[in-house]
Antibody
Framework: QLQLQESGPGLVNPSETLSLTCTVS??????????WGWIRQPPGKGLEWIGS???????YYNPSLKSRVTMSVDTSKNQFSLKLSSVTAADTAVYYC???????????????WGRGTLVTVSS | DIVMTQSPDSLAVSLGERATITCKSS????????????LAWYQQKPGQPPKLLFY???TRESGVPDRFSGSGSGTDFTLTISSLQAEDVAVYYC??????????FGQGTKVEIK
């Protein structure tokens, strides 16, 4: 059974770079035609799609975050990663990695989620 | 970007009563070539990730109780819980996945027991 698990620092200093990794277990990240996604949720607030990455490295980013986001994939480790630069308190959120139901294309709704990891931006 | 607006922001319903949540999109989510509405619904309980309930506006995800139903087309959508149970207390989100990204969520509707 496929599972996703986020990992990374829970505390990041303002102006620095947030780095998270999602480890895929129970299946290969490159054996399916999925765009693997990152979604965040500030405490007590709603959901925001950050971006998605294909195992080949092709990416889509939310235009609102595009200038600060970099995603990458490591097929040898079955992981994909998120970097968000120049963070502020507004980037404090639970960060989820997720897999969409539909592979091979865009039009993503997400049927498999990690448990999420809280990242706090504070000095 | 397509803006998704849910109403109400919160509602309190008695056990066994009906709960209705609406979701409006700033543009049509109906793709004429396949007659599908690109709209999903999620349920999120405290401390948990969102759980997919419906996609294509009205296709129920496996395992979702049939007291939940999704309906609507174009720009107006509804999630209905026909007989609210205690385990349905949660925040519900709609999400559009029409066309190219970015895909956006509604602000959420909190359902509580009256």
């Amino acid at each position: 059974q496929l599972q996703l698990q986020e990992s990374g620092p829970g505390l990041v200093n303002p102006s620095e770079t947030l780095s998270l990794t999602c480890t895929v277990s129970g299946g290969s990240i490159s054996s399916s035609s999925y765009y693997w996604g990152w979604i965040r949720q500030p405490p007590g607030k709603g959901l925001e799609w950050i971006g998605s990455i294909y195992y080949s490295g092709s990416t889509y980013y939310n235009p609102s975050l595009k200038s600060r986001v970099t995603m990458s994939v490591d097929t040898s480790k079955n992981q994909f990663s998120l970097k968000l630069s120049s963070v502020t308190a507004a980037d404090t959120a639970v960060y989820y990695c997720a897999r969409p139901r539909l592979g091979g294309s865009v039009n993503w709704f997400f049927d498999l989620w990690g448990r999420g990891t809280l990242v706090t931006v504070s000095s | 970007d397509i803006v998704m607006t849910q109403s109400p922001d919160s509602l309190a319903v008695s056990l066994g009563e009906r709960a209705t949540i609406t979701c409006k999109s700033s543009q049509s989510l109906l793709w004429s070539s396949n007659n599908k509405n690109y709209l999903a619904w999620y349920q999120q309980k405290p401390g948990q990730p969102p759980k997919l309930l419906f996609y294509w506006a009205s296709t129920r995800e496996s395992g979702v109780p049939d007291r939940f139903s999704g309906s609507g087309s174009g720009t107006d959508f509804t999630l209905t819980i026909s007989s609210l149970q205690a385990e349905d207390v949660a925040v519900y989100y709609c999400q559009q996945y029409y066309g190219a990204p970015p895909y956006t969520f509604g602000q959420g509707t909190k359902v509580e027991i009256k």
